[in-house]
């Protein structure tokens, strides 16, 4: 049987797996573990000055060693539908999207060359990209066009949530209609799916459980997930110690602090653009006349310093903490602007509670185009970290009783699936 990769390449993380002769799918692991973080460092070698990348965990490190000399590369998955970026500069160089992409993809797949050689590969996409205009077809293009550059022209390219159905289906065994909810950083994607045992056998290693008729009936996506989460707590917790709600001058006349800013940097894959001069200049300007202007200095050392990635992890973890546990504290300084705000889940659901209802809005929508009522659905499955958020979890269990919702593999059920789908499609 011809080897199968499957890559789920992220907006935060990325997962590679193999389906073995014998019908296994393993996670090929780098020596930082089974997750590959989707990231790029650039930074200029002190001896020379020549320019060096990093990816992944080691971007990570790079970064956080000099985050001044370097530029941390972000969410690079979230711009595929926007013909609004078409290329940014690096250290002197211009870099495309698609090479930027590339770059990272061939950082991600280089420990893996023997499992690579002649392998059928399987790539994932999201139902709809982000993006509020976003175009999902330019998005796809884009996406396979990053892989030809890394040296994969000759792909398959699958649903996510499809392919974390198809990892889910080991475990049925009858015939099922099944909603499965894929949750990432970028988008939420749901796809209403019917397994069917009685497949044709691939190998005579496969058994009746994992070969079977799989139909997509009808899907729906929504771009926003926990990244969007992220960007809650950001608005509501950070920003205004940075200004947002203020007011500044012109002529003795009050104006608001310009909310656009702190859209942008709420929003981690928008984080970089802001230290344009042009930007910088503008926030330092109305900082001269604003009635608290050391919240926008400190807004500036932030951008110019970069640490929006230390910022991340810390609004990250008391995400995560949420969904244990009622409240939390987010902690986090840079210099002389530290915070230790105590965060209620209750609140956070409030905020999130916009979010909420675009999720099950695009539930609803899937259901509609597959034409299978709520009742005609026997199981749920939810995979992605941010289905590990109770007030998402419940969508699912008010629409669908909590005894039909199930999860599992929230970081790499997506890859498996694609394997399988490989060895279906062979």
């Given at each position: 049987?011809?080897?199968?990769?499957?890559?789920?390449?992220?907006?935060?993380?990325?997962?590679?797996?193999?389906?073995?002769?014998?019908?296994?799918?393993?996670?090929?692991?780098?020596?930082?573990?089974?997750?590959?973080?989707?990231?790029?460092?650039?930074?200029?070698?002190?001896?020379?000055?020549?320019?060096?990348?990093?990816?992944?965990?080691?971007?990570?490190?790079?970064?956080?060693?000099?985050?001044?000399?370097?530029?941390?590369?972000?969410?690079?998955?979230?711009?595929?539908?926007?013909r609004s970026f078409v290329e940014t500069?690096?250290?002197?160089?211009?870099?495309?999207?698609?090479?930027?992409?590339?770059?990272?993809?061939?950082?991600?797949?280089?420990?893996?060359?023997?499992?690579?050689?002649?392998?059928?590969?399987?790539?994932?996409?999201?139902?709809?990209?982000?993006?509020?205009?976003?175009?999902?077809?330019?998005?796809?293009?884009?996406?396979?066009?990053?892989?030809?550059?890394?040296?994969?022209?000759?792909?398959?390219?699958?649903?996510?949530?499809?392919?974390?159905?198809?990892?889910?289906?080991?475990?049925?065994?009858?015939?099922?209609?099944?909603?499965?909810?894929?949750?990432?950083?970028?988008?939420?994607?749901?796809?209403?799916?019917?397994?069917?045992?009685?497949?044709?056998?691939?190998?005579?290693?496969?058994?009746?459980?994992?070969?079977?008729?799989?139909?997509?009936?009808?899907?729906?996506?929504?771009?926003?997930?926990?990244?969007?989460?992220?960007?809650?707590?950001?608005?509501?917790?950070?920003?205004?110690?940075?200004?947002?709600?203020?007011?500044?001058?012109?002529?003795?006349?009050?104006?608001?602090?310009?909310?656009?800013?702190?859209?942008?940097?709420?929003?981690?894959?928008?984080?970089?653009?802001?230290?344009?001069?042009?930007?910088?200049?503008?926030?330092?300007?109305?900082?001269?006349?604003?009635?608290?202007?050391?919240?926008?200095?400190?807004?500036?050392?932030?951008?110019?310093?970069?640490?929006?990635?230390?910022?991340?992890?810390?609004?990250?973890?008391?995400?995560?903490?949420?969904?244990?546990?009622?409240?939390?504290?987010?902690?986090?300084?840079?210099?002389?602007?530290?915070?230790?705000?105590?965060?209620?889940?209750?609140?956070?659901?409030?905020?999130?509670?916009?979010?909420?209802?675009?999720?099950?809005?695009?539930?609803?929508?899937?259901?509609?185009?597959s034409g299978v009522p709520a009742e005609?659905?026997?199981?749920?499955?939810?995979?992605?970290?941010?289905?590990?958020?109770?007030?998402?979890?419940?969508?699912?269990?008010?629409?669908?009783?909590?005894?039909?919702?199930?999860?599992?593999?929230?970081?790499?059920?997506?890859?498996?699936?694609?394997?399988?789908?490989?060895?279906?499609?062979?």
């Open positions: 049987m011809r080897p199968v990769i499957g890559i789920d390449f992220g907006t935060t993380n990325s997962v590679v797996t193999a389906l073995r002769p014998d019908g296994e799918v393993v996670t090929l692991r780098h020596d930082t573990g089974e997750v590959f973080r989707s990231v790029l460092c650039f930074w200029s070698d002190p001896v020379g000055g020549a320019a060096r990348h990093a990816a992944g965990p080691r971007a990570i490190e790079a970064y956080l060693e000099e985050p001044l000399a370097s530029r941390l590369v972000m969410s690079m998955k979230s711009y595929l539908a926007q500069r690096i250290l002197g160089r211009r870099f495309t999207l698609e090479a930027l992409i590339a770059l990272f993809l061939r950082e991600l797949l280089a420990p893996f060359g023997a499992e690579m050689t002649d392998a059928q590969v399987v790539v994932g996409r999201p139902v709809r990209f982000v993006g509020d205009r976003a175009d999902d077809d330019f998005g796809e293009a884009r996406l396979r066009a990053a892989f030809a550059a890394a040296g994969l022209p000759g792909l398959e390219v699958a649903l996510e949530p499809a392919a974390a159905g198809q990892r889910f289906a080991g475990g049925i065994e009858r015939a099922e209609t099944v909603l499965v909810g894929d949750f990432g950083g970028g988008t939420s994607d749901f796809s209403v799916l019917r397994f069917e045992p009685g497949g044709a056998r691939r190998s005579p290693g496969d058994s009746a459980a994992n070969s079977r008729r799989v139909t997509a009936l009808g899907h729906a996506g929504v771009g926003l997930a926990g990244d969007a989460f992220d960007m809650r707590i950001i608005d509501r917790v950070i920003s205004p110690l940075l200004g947002k709600g203020g007011e500044y001058r012109v002529m003795g006349k009050p104006l608001p602090i310009p909310p656009g800013w702190y859209a942008s940097f709420a929003r981690w894959h928008q984080l970089p653009l802001m230290r344009g001069p042009k930007t910088l200049r503008e926030i330092a300007e109305v900082a001269r006349t604003a009635d608290h202007p050391e919240r926008l200095g400190h807004l500036i050392r932030l951008i110019e310093d970069e640490a929006g990635y230390s910022l991340y992890r810390a609004v990250s973890s008391a995400k995560a903490a949420l969904s244990t546990e009622e409240r939390t504290v987010l902690r986090f300084q840079h210099e002389d602007f530290a915070v230790e705000a105590p965060i209620e889940r209750v609140d956070f659901e409030t905020w999130i509670a916009p979010d909420l209802k675009r999720m099950e809005a695009a539930v609803e929508a899937a259901l509609l185009d005609g659905v026997d199981r749920v499955f939810l995979t992605g970290g941010t289905s590990l958020v109770p007030a998402v979890r419940a969508i699912f269990a008010r629409r669908f009783g909590e005894e039909r919702v199930f999860g599992g593999g929230e970081f790499v059920s997506v890859a498996e699936g694609l394997a399988l789908m490989g060895r279906e499609a062979a």
